[in-house]
């Protein structure tokens, strides 16, 4: 008797499981892929590369360079493009030598937020010591203000670009890498998002809201919920009955 309660109630929460998972899905589009290109900063690299550090540096983790920039693969991300929000990760690190092996800073794994505010923030991983020596290991900072003022984050042919967005060090960058003021200007981001066939005439994808004609997904909620309360009903009533 008692197995067979329990059978019945884990149908009734299975028969919820599918409608709860698909509206906890944020609205907007899927990143299928796409590419961060960022230079860093132009000035950094070539103190580095310049005869003061003798450095170099070397690219992982799906980080690749091609002068003047370094490229991450995106991760995964949703973005919500009629009401731009959201946030994609990217792979990726750049490791910076140089001062015979005293100066070595590693930056990895940009995310990009877009704000509901409509402004930028990019977040990065910094470890290395500083030029006074300290040593800082910091993980998704929020190391840049990306200006996104002008940017179209419609996709054209499924894809949104955001096109040499202007950057600056905020207060918590200029902590992590110190020898730059907050507001110093980093080198511009781009951005290419691939969202596939993502809808953005008004359907996000998740089908937490619904296109003209559809079904609303409270109509799976309450559906679900009486599959389970009947279940449970008839179970004691036959209990009882015993
Ligand atoms: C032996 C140790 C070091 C020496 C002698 C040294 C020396 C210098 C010098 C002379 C400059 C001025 C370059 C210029 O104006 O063109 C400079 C700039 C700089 N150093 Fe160092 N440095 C050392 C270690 C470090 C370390 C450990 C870091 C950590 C990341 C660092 C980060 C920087 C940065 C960010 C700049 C500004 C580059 C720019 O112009 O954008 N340095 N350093």
């Not at 070397?58 to 493009?81: I, L, M, N, Q, S």
């Not at 010591?129 to 300290?134: F, L």
């Not at 109509?219 to 004691?236: E, K, P, T």
Request: net charge negative; aromatic share 8%.
């Amino acid at each position: 008797m008692r197995r067979t309660l329990v059978l019945l109630l884990a149908a009734g929460l299975l028969a919820a499981a599918p409608a709860g998972a698909a509206s906890a899905q944020a609205p907007g589009c899927e990143v299928a892929s796409g590419v961060l290109s960022w230079g860093f900063k132009e000035s950094f690299r070539a103190y580095i590369d310049g005869s003061i550090a003798n450095g170099e540096w070397t690219v992982a983790d799906g980080a690749t360079y091609d002068t003047p920039t370094f490229a991450f693969p995106a991760e995964k991300g949703r973005v919500d493009p009629r009401d731009p929000n959201g946030s994609v990760s990217f792979a990726g690190s750049v490791r910076f030598t140089g001062h015979g092996g005293i100066l070595d800073t590693t930056v990895a794994n940009p995310v990009l937020v877009v704000r509901p505010d409509g402004t930028g923030i990019l977040l990065l991983d910094v470890s290395g010591p500083t030029m006074e020596g300290d040593e800082v290991t910091v993980t998704e900072a929020e190391f840049l203000d990306v200006d996104l003022t002008g940017q179209n984050l419609t996709p054209v042919d499924g894809v949104i670009t955001i096109d040499a967005a202007p950057t600056t060090l905020t207060e918590d960058g200029a902590v992590a890498f110190p020898n730059y003021e907050a507001g110093s200007e980093f080198d511009p981001l781009t951005v290419t998002l691939d969202v596939g066939d993502c809808d953005l005439t008004g359907q996000p994808i998740g089908t937490d809201t619904v296109a003209d004609g559809g079904i609303p997904p409270y109509v799976f909620y309450i559906g679900a919920g009486a599959v389970g309360l009947g279940l449970i009903a008839g179970a004691l009533i036959w209990r009882r009955r015993r």
